[in-house]
């Protein structure tokens, strides 16, 4: 079964920085997109970061300059490296994964989330 699972989350203080990862196994042959998402309290899921299977990468304009996001196509695992966190980071982010995987009518891509992972920068 395919699965993600994310790692790196804590406690930081305004102007430091933390690094994310997230690691796909389980049955998958290839994966597209990787992504970052995040929520915080009270709001809705939006994406953070994405990156293609070809690195090509896009960023919420609230973080360019600050996140860079990353992915390691051998070891099916998407970073998030984090600088310069602000207090309106704060959130949990989620890592999003586009896998081809087997399915019961053949080869198909599925759309998987990982757990979350709780990033809280204090001011």
């Known amino acids: 079964q395919v699965q993600l699972v994310e790692s790196g989350g804590g406690l930081v203080q305004a102007g430091g920085s933390l690094r994310l990862s997230c690691a796909a196994s389980?049955?998958?042959?290839?994966?597209?997109?990787m992504g970052w998402y995040r929520q915080a309290p009270g709001k809705q899921r939006d994406v953070v970061a994405e990156?293609?299977?070809?690195?090509?990468?896009n960023y919420v304009d609230s973080v360019k300059g600050r996140f860079t996001i990353s992915r390691d196509n051998a070891k099916n695992t998407v970073y998030l490296q984090m600088n310069s966190l602000k207090p309106e980071d704060t959130a949990v982010y989620y890592c999003?994964?586009?896998?081809?995987?087997?399915?019961?009518?053949?080869?198909?891509?599925?759309?998987?989330w990982g757990q979350g992972t709780l990033v809280t920068v204090s001011s």
């Open positions: 389980g049955g998958i042959f290839r994966i597209n997109s």
């Open positions: 990156i293609t299977s070809g690195g090509s990468t």
């Open positions: 999003n994964a586009e896998a081809l995987v087997q399915k019961s009518s053949g080869l198909g891509y599925l759309e998987v």
